[in-house]
Protein backbone atom coordinates (compact mmCIF):
# COMPACT_ATOMS: atom_id res chain seq x y z
CA UNK A 1 0.00 0.00 0.00
CA UNK A 2 2.75 2.33 0.52
CA UNK A 3 4.03 1.69 -2.56
CA UNK A 4 0.25 2.69 -3.94
CA UNK A 5 0.79 6.06 -2.00
CA UNK A 6 3.62 6.71 -3.35
CA UNK A 7 2.86 6.51 -6.50
CA UNK A 8 -0.35 8.44 -5.90
CA UNK A 9 2.01 11.65 -4.06
CA UNK A 10 4.62 11.01 -7.40
CA UNK A 11 1.50 11.62 -9.98
CA UNK A 12 0.25 14.31 -7.43
CA UNK A 13 3.50 16.03 -7.48
CA UNK A 14 4.16 15.54 -12.04
CA UNK A 15 0.46 17.31 -11.66
CA UNK A 16 1.56 20.35 -9.57
CA UNK A 17 4.86 20.55 -11.60
CA UNK A 18 2.97 20.14 -14.82
CA UNK A 19 0.45 22.68 -13.98
CA UNK A 20 3.13 25.06 -12.83
CA UNK A 21 5.03 24.77 -16.10
CA UNK A 22 1.59 25.63 -17.74
CA UNK A 23 0.74 28.74 -15.55
CA UNK A 24 4.45 29.86 -16.78
CA UNK A 25 4.38 29.05 -19.79
CA UNK A 26 1.07 31.26 -20.04
CA UNK A 27 2.81 33.93 -18.02
CA UNK A 28 5.88 33.60 -21.16
CA UNK A 29 2.97 33.95 -23.43
CA UNK A 30 1.68 36.73 -21.98
CA UNK A 31 5.23 38.37 -21.70
CA UNK A 32 6.03 37.58 -25.10
CA UNK A 33 2.39 39.24 -26.64
CA UNK A 34 3.69 42.46 -24.57
CA UNK A 35 6.89 42.72 -26.05
CA UNK A 36 5.45 42.44 -29.36
CA UNK A 37 2.89 45.11 -29.23
CA UNK A 38 5.82 47.13 -27.97
CA UNK A 39 8.01 46.34 -30.59
CA UNK A 40 5.28 47.07 -32.88
CA UNK A 41 4.47 50.26 -31.29
CA UNK A 42 8.52 50.89 -31.68
CA UNK A 43 8.04 50.42 -35.28
CA UNK A 44 5.63 52.87 -35.95
CA UNK A 45 7.54 55.53 -33.56
CA UNK A 46 10.04 54.74 -35.60
CA UNK A 47 8.01 55.56 -38.82
CA UNK A 48 6.46 58.55 -37.86
CA UNK A 49 10.09 59.64 -37.14
CA UNK A 50 11.69 58.60 -40.28
CA UNK A 51 8.62 60.50 -42.10
CA UNK A 52 9.12 63.71 -39.93
CA UNK A 53 12.81 63.04 -40.92
CA UNK A 54 12.13 62.66 -44.81
CA UNK A 55 10.05 65.87 -44.80
CA UNK A 56 12.74 67.81 -42.63
CA UNK A 57 15.67 66.96 -45.53
CA UNK A 58 12.91 68.21 -48.08
CA UNK A 59 12.43 71.11 -46.45
CA UNK A 60 15.96 71.57 -46.39
CA UNK A 61 16.76 71.03 -49.84
CA UNK A 62 13.77 73.44 -51.07
CA UNK A 63 15.33 76.02 -48.85
CA UNK A 64 18.53 75.67 -50.25
CA UNK A 65 17.19 75.93 -53.64
CA UNK A 66 15.38 79.08 -52.66
CA UNK A 67 18.39 80.70 -51.18
CA UNK A 68 20.48 79.74 -54.93
CA UNK A 69 17.23 81.37 -56.83
CA UNK A 70 17.16 84.30 -54.11
CA UNK A 71 21.08 85.08 -54.77
CA UNK A 72 20.74 84.77 -58.85
CA UNK A 73 17.27 87.44 -58.37
CA UNK A 74 19.60 89.68 -56.22
CA UNK A 75 22.82 89.30 -58.26
CA UNK A 76 19.88 90.18 -61.50
CA UNK A 77 18.58 93.49 -59.48
CA UNK A 78 21.97 94.73 -58.74
CA UNK A 79 22.81 94.29 -62.20
CA UNK A 80 19.68 96.24 -63.33
CA UNK A 81 20.16 98.98 -60.64
CA UNK A 82 23.59 100.44 -62.15
CA UNK A 83 22.09 99.59 -65.72
CA UNK A 84 19.12 102.19 -64.65
CA UNK A 85 21.80 104.46 -62.85
CA UNK A 86 23.60 104.82 -65.62
CA UNK A 87 20.94 105.70 -68.13
CA UNK A 88 20.06 108.26 -65.44
CA UNK A 89 23.20 109.44 -65.33
CA UNK A 90 23.41 109.83 -69.43
CA UNK A 91 19.47 111.08 -69.53
CA UNK A 92 20.55 113.82 -67.15
CA UNK A 93 23.35 114.84 -68.87
CA UNK A 94 21.42 114.86 -72.27
CA UNK A 95 19.01 116.94 -70.89
CA UNK A 96 21.65 119.24 -69.48
CA UNK A 97 23.18 119.68 -72.93
CA UNK A 98 19.80 120.18 -74.46
CA UNK A 99 18.64 123.28 -71.65
CA UNK A 100 21.96 124.52 -72.39
CA UNK A 101 21.59 125.16 -75.83
CA UNK A 102 18.22 126.07 -75.75
CA UNK A 103 18.99 128.96 -73.18
CA UNK A 104 21.92 129.72 -75.54
CA UNK A 105 19.40 130.16 -78.23
CA UNK A 106 16.99 132.00 -76.32
CA UNK A 107 19.32 134.23 -75.40
CA UNK A 108 21.02 134.22 -78.64
CA UNK A 109 17.65 135.85 -80.27
CA UNK A 110 16.61 138.10 -77.92
CA UNK A 111 19.60 140.46 -78.41
CA UNK A 112 21.44 139.06 -75.50
CA UNK A 113 25.14 138.69 -77.68
CA UNK A 114 24.81 141.39 -80.16
CA UNK A 115 26.60 143.83 -77.67
CA UNK A 116 24.45 146.69 -79.05
CA UNK A 117 23.74 147.39 -74.49
CA UNK A 118 27.08 149.78 -74.36
CA UNK A 119 25.70 152.10 -71.81
CA UNK A 120 24.79 154.81 -74.42
CA UNK A 121 20.86 155.15 -75.29
Known sequence: MSDQIDLVQAENVDNALMRERNEELARLGKDLE???????????????????????????TQAERDVEKAIDELSTAKDLSCSVRWKM???????????TVIIILIIYFTGGFNGSDDGNN
Open 34 to 60: GVNELAQIAGDLLGEQQEIFDEAENNV
Open 89 to 99: CIIASILIVVL
